[in-house]
C-alpha cells in the first residue's frame, strides 16, 4: 500500500480511537490493528503515541484551522465574518469534527499531554491577535477592544463547544442574533 495513504489510514483511525477511548485508553496495537498495519509500521511514522496524538490533534487541528480562515471572504462586515466561521463548524465532516471534539478536549483538559496543551496556548495567543485585528474595524477604543475581543472568543468558543461537544443544532437566526447584539452594543458605546 502507498505509505502516504497507509499514514492517513493511520491518522483517521487514531482519531477515532482517541475520541472513542480516550489517549489513555488507546494503545498503539490498537491503532495498528484499526488501521490494517504492523506496529513497527506505525513506528516508522511516528516516535510513540504522543506524537501520533500530536499530529492528530494538534497538527491537524491547526491545518484544519487554517482552512476554514482561508475559506472566509476577507472584507465582509464583522457580523458575517463572525457568523460564516461558526456555521463553517456546523458543516465540519466527521473526521474534521473528530480532529476539532478532541482538540477541545486537550484545551480543556479532558485529554492528551501538557505539552500539546502548552502549544494550544500559544496557538490562542495567536488567534486572539487575530480577533482583535478584526474587530478594531468596529472598536477604536483599546480597552474595549480588550473586552470586545474577549467577549467576541468567548461567544465564538461557547458555540462552538455547543455545536462541536453537545452536538447541539443552534439555528443561523441564534447565532446571527449574539453576534450581531455584541457588536451591536460596542458601537452604542
Known amino acids: 500500500m502507498d505509505k ?20 489513555y485508553g488507546t494503545s498503539i496495537r490498537d491503532i495498528s490493528k484499526a488501521a490494517g498495519c504492523s506496529i513497527p509500521m506505525i513506528y516508522y511514522y511516528y516516535n510513540n503515541k504522543n506524537e501520533l496524538f500530536e499530529e492528530v490533534v494538534y497538527n491537524e487541528f491547526v491545518l484544519l484551522i487554517d482552512r476554514l480562515n482561508s475559506q472566509i471572504q476577507r472584507g465582509l462586515p464583522i457580523e458575517e465574518i463572525y ?10 465532516n466527521d473526521y474534521d469534527k473528530a480532529v476539532y471534539k478532541l482538540a477541545m478536549k486537550v484545551w480543556l483538559r479532558f ?3 501538557t505539552e500539546i496543551r502548552d502549544k494550544f496556548i500559544i496557538w490562542r495567543e495567536g488567534r486572539y491577535e487575530r480577533n482583535k485585528r478584526i474587530l478594531s474595524k468596529v472598536c477604536s477604543d483599546i480597552n474595549k477592544l480588550e473586552i470586545l475581543t474577549s467577549v467576541m472568543i468567548g461567544i465564538f468558543e461557547n458555540i462552538t463547544e455547543r455545536i462541536i461537544l453537545l452536538d447541539e443544532d443552534i439555528s443561523n437566526e441564534k447565532i446571527i442574533e449574539e453576534v450581531k447584539f455584541i457588536i451591536d452594543c460596542v458601537k452604542k458605546h
Open 111 to 113: 485529554e492528551g499531554s
Open 4 to 23: 502516504v495513504i497507509m499514514k492517513d489510514i493511520i491518522k483517521i483511525k487514531a482519531i477515532e480511537l482517541f475520541s472513542e477511548k480516550g489517549f
Open 83 to 92: 457568523f460564516l466561521a461558526i456555521k463553517q463548524r456546523k458543516g465540519l
